[in-house]
């Protein structure tokens, strides 16, 4: 059983930047593509950005294209989030996730079954 583990969360200014970062432990993190999602108070989770195996291709929401890089290390089972220019409407709970299958790039909650406790990401405007 794969446990990811999310580190990075905090407090910033708008127009800051935050690193977040995801390492799986339990085997196998180099077959399975990545993603974040968030999950602002009182709203539905939503997909923020997915990476491939190979980390050769990346997928984001509209709303944190040009500002947000995901990219992922194989060699330490780690998933990264780069967070750039951040506005208090990113405010909310980060979790990495990992899919039923690893080739899966979509955005369906209900493919992914891996999920972290989840990081706080608060943007003061």
């Known amino acids: 059983q794969v446990q990811l583990v999310e580190s990075g969360g905090g407090l910033v200014q708008a127009g800051g930047s935050l690193t977040l970062s995801c390492t799986a432990s339990g085997g196998g993190f180099a077959k399975y593509a990545m993603a974040w999602f968030r999950q602002a108070p009182g709203k539905e989770r939503e997909f923020v950005a997915n990476?491939?195996?190979?980390?050769?291709?990346?997928h984001y929401a509209d709303s944190v294209k040009g500002r947000f890089n995901i990219s992922r290390d194989n060699a330490k089972n780690t998933v990264i989030l780069q967070m750039n220019s951040l506005k208090a409407a990113d405010t909310a709970v980060y979790y990495c996730?990992?899919?039923?299958?690893?080739?899966?790039?979509?955005?369906?909650?209900?493919?992914?079954?891996?999920w972290g406790q989840g990081t706080q990401v608060t943007v003061s405007s």
């Open positions: 996730a990992r899919p039923k299958n690893g080739y899966y790039l979509g955005s369906s909650l209900d493919e992914y079954d891996s």
């Open positions: 990476i491939i195996r190979s980390g050769g291709w990346t």
